[in-house]
């Protein structure tokens, strides 16, 4: 193998109007990294990284998210609120390297400004001896740029002029990777006019031993309606393969739920603290989700242990499955409850009904009448409101005082359909007007039509010509580059294809398209992994 430096760990690839290779057909990886700054020569380092793995047609296929330790202080959490406490137990790049290949593998890689991603990817890998080339990339900052005509291109103007929503969590690696994975199925499927990929096919690329070793960070928690739980589950990876949390961690946050949930609810303060157990604990959406169904399973445990599941009990149960989105564990009990709720105030409440007799049909009445919220008497009173008997007209002492007191006496079927007219009549309403209705669904179908006739209002940012290369140039490179993003890196296109064609030229000259550089750093690293895996 011949040794070489690499310059570029990808080939640029570009959606474009041109004639080109259906982009639906394709996998992406879509990338997102904070960082410790903005220099990799300078030491700076990966401190979180989350990739989203999807088909062009939309279809997340897997999630990837982790803290990564970087091994140096970080001194600009103000920006992404990543701090050193945050990263204590959180793998480093040299445990996550594996995970971080395999993920990238097979798939275009896409990230929003891609020369950013790049340089601290080919750093970290060259701290491990590993050099890497010719990976299918796409800059989808690039792509925005040459297609629409915005007053601004960062992650954020772009997703939301395309989506007409905001980031959820702006500045975490997994919530801007959502988001430019949105925003590329949007460009791909969406767009005004059909975009075609040019650029190299997804590919096989070296492997490294995985740990399966993962610190998420559920980032801008905030109550929302469904609660906070909800949303500290919904900023986690949804991996295809999670990993088992680790034992210490999921012990913490076991105890410290059940302390949150002590009062019935969760705050703030409470849910930012699960939120760093979470991490600690390699949490991901669906080990999180079988925790909190585990806790609620064993509180109901609890509360049947004795046979009988009190209102307080279930009132407990119930705020705890709200919080804990696990209200579906309970359901029959809640069900039981409402059952009984609303016999007791259904619409024959108030009634005090009197069986004479105990025939199938006197029978069927009451149940009837009880179901429907009524009360059977067992012997007659001044608030009993009806008696019913197989004959009415029988010589029966316990008919005499009815009778007397001017309380109907009726038949079986009498009797019912007596009830039936008033429950007809209680659930109907005061208000109840069937023609309102129809003028109703007229309406919101006339709405829903208009909805899908309108284009999307992106489409008007959409430009007449996608840029060229000079132009593009003459736009975003040669200009003052104070005037747009200055921290954004101005790619020049045409320079950079020209100098990835000599990159290629001479990787095929080599005999190798991907590079992997053996020696004494690799060896180490390597076995420091399998040792970390052993062990």
């Not at 009498?414 to 109907?428: G, Q």
Request: charged share 25%.
């Amino acid at each position: 193998m011949i040794l070489m430096e690499v310059v570029f760990m990808f080939t640029r690839g570009e959606l474009t109007r041109r004639s080109g290779a259906d982009p639906r057909a394709l996998t992406y990886a879509v990338i997102d990294l904070e960082t410790t700054g903005l220099h990799p020569n300078k030491g700076s380092r990966v401190c979180e990284l989350a990739i989203v793995r999807m088909r062009g047609d939309g279809v997340v296929l897997d999630e990837y998210s982790t803290l990564i330790n970087p091994g140096m202080r970080i001194n600009n959490d103000e920006y992404h609120g990543i701090t050193n406490a945050d990263v204590k137990h959180a793998p480093t790049f040299q445990q996550a390297a594996g995970d971080v290949l395999a993920y990238l593998r097979d798939a275009v890689v896409v990230s929003h400004n891609l020369d950013h991603e790049e340089k601290f990817l080919i750093a970290e890998f060259g701290r491990l001896g590993v050099n890497l080339s010719g990976l299918p990339g796409l800059c989808s900052l690039v792509t925005a740029r040459t297609q629409i005509d915005s007053w601004g291109y960062k992650l954020e103007n772009v997703h939301h002029l395309v989506t007409g929503e905001w980031l959820d969590a702006v500045h975490s690696a997994l919530g801007d990777a959502r988001a430019l994975a949105v925003t590329l199925t949007k460009f791909i499927n969406e767009a005004p006019q059909r975009l075609s990929w040019i650029g190299p096919q997804p590919a096989p690329i070296p492997a490294l031993p995985r740990t399966g070793i993962v610190a998420p960070r559920a980032a801008g928690l905030r109550r929302g309606t469904e609660g906070w739980l909800a949303t500290l589950t919904a900023r986690l990876p949804r991996m295809a393969y999670p990993p088992q949390p680790r034992p210490g961690g999921l012990a913490d946050y076991r105890a410290l739920l059940g302390h949150a949930l002590a009062d019935g609810r969760i705050v703030g303060e409470e849910a930012n603290q699960l939120a760093v157990a979470a991490t600690n604990a390699g949490l991901t959406q669906t080990t999180a989700r079988q925790v909190h169904e585990e806790f609620l399973s064993d509180a109901r445990a609890r509360a049947e242990a004795d046979g009988v599941v009190t209102p307080a009990e279930l009132r407990e149960l119930q705020r705890a499955g709200r919080e804990l989105a696990s209200s579906h564990l309970i359901s029959d009990l809640e069900e039981a409850a409402a059952a009984n709720r609303a016999r007791a105030n259904g619409p024959l409440k108030g009634w005090r009904i009197l069986p004479v007799g105990d025939s199938p049909a006197v029978t069927e009445v009451i149940d009837y009448a009880v179901e429907h919220g009524a009360k059977a008497a067992v012997s007659f009173t001044k608030t009993v409101r009806l008696v019913v008997c197989d004959d009415p007209l029988a010589d029966d002492p316990r008919l005499a005082k009815p009778a007397a007191a001017g309380v109907d006496v009726l038949a079986p079927e009498h009797a019912r359909k007596l009830l039936e007219d008033e429950a007809a009549k209680r659930a109907t309403g005061l208000f109840a007007d069937q023609a309102g209705e129809q003028v109703a669904q007229r309406i919101a179908a006339e709405r829903a039509k208009v909805g899908r006739q309108s284009r999307p209002e992106w489409h008007g940012s959409w430009r007449k010509y996608e840029l060229t290369d000079t132009q593009y140039h003459q736009t975003f490179v040669a200009r003052d580059r104070s005037w747009n993003e200055p921290y954004v890196h101005q790619v020049d296109m045409a320079e950079l294809r020209e100098r990835q064609a000599r990159a290629a030229s001479a990787t095929r000259n080599s005999g190798c398209a991907v590079v992997v550089l053996a020696g004494g750093a690799v060896a180490a690293g390597l076995a420091e992994l399998v040792r970390q895996i052993v062990a």
